[in-house]
């Protein structure tokens, strides 16, 4: 996905806004301030430089010191004390330090309307400024109040005011926010009809404009529109600035979010290598460096390629630290991606680790009603959920959806997905009527949000299908998969984690109608993807180890099932023993979640007549010993905390490995030729 509109709006908020500033605008009371004006003035110019250089510490004390020097020759009251109290803000909110920014802004925007009025363009720009603060600080409905504000007064004393363009594109980006895309586009056309007015159709302001819209339709799910005038903004830099400079470079990176849109994920990430690399060549520590590193991890992500996003989500991480210190919300927003990514790769340690230093940033910076804040709850209540803490769980999504519901709506995108978790939660406590609820109400949010194709919509088909398995309306489950995997076959591909979990839906139906062979076929489809994608130790992978040794027992092979049980088993001691750093109690809930498993591989062997090895299975999940991972030596003896297989299993697993293979094969040639026929081959 291209750049944030958000982020770019606020961006050229402010930088306009120093520009207004620092420009000939001068009045009566500018000329009061004699004495060490121009020390004042260089101090001004030193705090803007350092500030554009990301050298936010120092421009810190910098613009206290020019603030100081102001307020001691000028007095409190004058547009001099404004400017610097503004540039000071930006400083503050540069560094993530919004409340400290708002406080700054309140005064400025007083002594601007005192001195020079409520209409005066520098007054107009001090509260556009508060506004985007409030913006950053989730509080978009006073946001707006303003930005409507500063619009309407512009258009009352001027029509043609210059800063009209910034203001709708302020509007748009508080929207945006809102995920009121419609409402967006309607504002960037606005803006976008004055630039190619005032500068023509070939001009850079034109294309800044024309980004914005293309960004919009992206959001709106009309990939081809975006296209085209990603392609038309191109030429325009290309032939301005030409093709190596930066602008151009970073057009490309759009045109490559815009072909992960339209599933052509071969080209986006030549496209993307290829603008990491050149951006790498200019300058090996440039900003834009980080962008173009999340970008490449988005596209991996969307591929399900977890393990190659997690490299570049480090890196990202590291620089962002470096740049911006430990404690801003940019390293929390990393921080959270990072943990997103352990979350799906299952390391959970980590991922939890990782969100809860994301949540305390945020809590402590942004506040603990922020929008963000919410975002880092649902993700850790996600955690929760998987390591069967779900009343932990409950409590913290259910307070993400309280904040969400109150700061974005009650139809916003992000509390879609704040829904499902918590239907998730309700469906494994057994609460299926309240799951399905939320599992439904998700559904709606994102079928009115997105286009019909959008992978998200699969996944809440996905969600409810299981939410109808459970409640026995076999029907309606399978009606849900079949029109998921419609869309993730023509959105992700077949060989993505996501189809694996749908064709696992599919089978779990099959398998409740009595049609065993069917969910048997489905169950391998399913455990090879998973096996591939996430490997033998994934709990996905284990679950699907699980699907399938049920599918060859309701097929009569019980012996066949055992050795599908032995490996569902054996992944889930893997995650046992890496769960086992949380702390005992996360251990205890975990290992009561899958023990299913156990007890039904001792139950079939205990029928085969192989006690020993049911009483190892068995012995696993001794409370007393709680399988005690943290002490274990290292050089014990593995066969005591995995299962082994019979010679016979043995050779069971080499045939199984050659049907996988072949599987794979056929679902990779499947996917080219899906791959052709889209290009028209």
């Not at 001099?80 to 920014?101: D, E, F, I, V, W």
């Not at 205990?606 to 709680?626: C, F, G, S, W, Y």
């Not at 299962?643 to 040639?669: C, F, H, N, S």
Request: net charge positive.
């Amino acid at each position: 996905m291209p750049m944030s509109i958000n982020l770019k709006s606020i961006f050229c908020a402010l930088l306009c806004a120093a520009m207004l500033f620092s420009s000939g605008c001068s009045t009566t009371a500018d000329n009061t301030f004699t004495g060490k004006n121009n020390e004042w003035e260089y101090l001004r110019d030193e705090h803007l430089r350092l500030q554009q250089q990301g050298l936010y510490e120092k421009a810190l004390a910098v613009g206290q010191k020019a603030l100081s020097l102001v307020e001691m020759e000028a007095g409190k009251y004058h547009v001099g004390t404004a400017l610097s109290l503004n540039n000071l803000a930006q400083t503050y909110s540069s560094l993530g330090q919004y409340k400290q920014a708002l406080s700054l802004k309140q005064y400025a925007l007083a002594i601007n309307e005192k001195v020079l009025g409520q209409n005066h363009p520098r007054t107009l720009a001090s509260l556009n400024n508060l506004a985007q603060t409030y913006s950053s600080l989730g509080q978009y409905k006073r946001a707006l109040l303003m930005q409507w504000r500063v619009l309407t007064t512009l258009e009352t004393l001027d029509p043609k005011h210059p800063m009209i363009v910034l203001s709708l594109n302020n509007l748009a980006g508080t929207y945006s926010s809102l995920a009121q895309h419609e409402k967006v586009l309607e504002l960037f056309l606005r803006a976008l009809k004055i630039r190619e007015k005032e500068f023509g159709p070939s001009h850079l302001d034109t294309a800044s404009s024309l980004n914005d819209i293309a960004l919009t339709h992206s959001k709106l799910g009309q990939h081809d529109k975006a296209l085209e005038i990603y392609r038309r903004i191109l030429k325009i830099r290309e032939t301005v600035l030409g093709p190596d400079h930066l602008d151009s470079v970073l057009t490309l990176n759009d045109l490559a979010g815009t072909y992960v849109d339209l599933a052509q994920y071969d080209k986006a990430l030549s496209m993307q290598w290829q603008v990491l690399t050149t951006i790498e060549t200019l300058d090996p520590k440039h900003p834009k460096i980080v962008l173009s590193l999340n970008n490449l991890a988005g596209t991996y992500s969307s591929l399900g390629q977890y393990k190659q996003v997690l490299p570049l989500e480090r890196r990202v991480l590291a620089i962002t630290e470096e740049t911006n210190g430990p404690n801003h919300p940019e390293t929390a927003k990393r921080l959270n991606n990072l943990a997103v990514t352990y979350t799906r790769l299952a390391q959970y340690d980590k991922a939890l680790k990782m969100s809860l230093l994301a949540l305390e940033i945020r809590e402590r910076v942004l506040g603990p009603s922020h929008p963000v804040t919410a975002l880092s709850l649902n993700n850790l209540g996600s955690i929760y959920s998987l390591l069967a803490q779900y009343g932990k769980a409950l409590k913290i999504t259910l307070r993400a959806l309280k904040i969400n519901e109150e700061a974005l709506g009650l139809d916003h995108p992000d509390v879609a997905s704040i829904v499902h978790n918590l239907a998730f939660n309700y469906g494994h406590l057994e609460q299926f009527d309240k799951a399905l609820q939320f599992n439904q109400r998700g559904l709606a949010i994102r079928e009115k949000a997105f286009v019909r194709d959008d992978p998200r919509i699969a996944w809440s088909l996905n969600n409810l299908a299981a939410n109808y398995n459970e409640l026995a309306q076999y029907d309606k489950a399978l009606k849900m998969s079949l029109r998921a995997l419609k869309i993730q076959e023509k959105s992700i591909g077949l060989a993505h984690p996501d189809v694996a979990w749908t064709l696992t839906n599919h089978a779990h139906t099959y398998q409740e109608v009595a049609q065993p062979d069917k969910a048997l076929h489905l169950s391998l489809r399913a455990l090879v993807i998973q096996e591939k994608m996430q490997g033998p130790d994934h709990p996905d992978t284990a679950l699907g180890y699980h699907n399938t040794a049920g599918s060859f027992l309701a097929t009569g092979n019980p012996a066949v099932a055992i050795l599908f049980f032995k490996k569902a088993v054996n992944a889930h001691q893997s995650q046992r023993e890496q769960i086992s750093r949380i702390g005992a109690g996360v251990l205890q809930s975990y290992t009561g979640s899958i023990s299913f498993t156990y007890r039904k591989l001792a139950s079939l062997l205990i029928e085969q007549e192989r006690l020993p090895e049911a009483d190892q299975v068995l012995d696993m999940l001794e409370e007393n010993e709680v399988f005690d991972f943290i002490r274990r030596s290292r050089n014990d003896d593995p066969r005591k905390t995995k299962v082994g297989y019979t010679p016979t299993e043995q050779k069971w697993m080499v045939r199984y490995r050659k049907i996988a293979d072949k599987l794979a094969a056929l679902g990779a040639e499947d996917m080219v030729l899906k791959k052709a026929s889209k290009l028209g081959l």
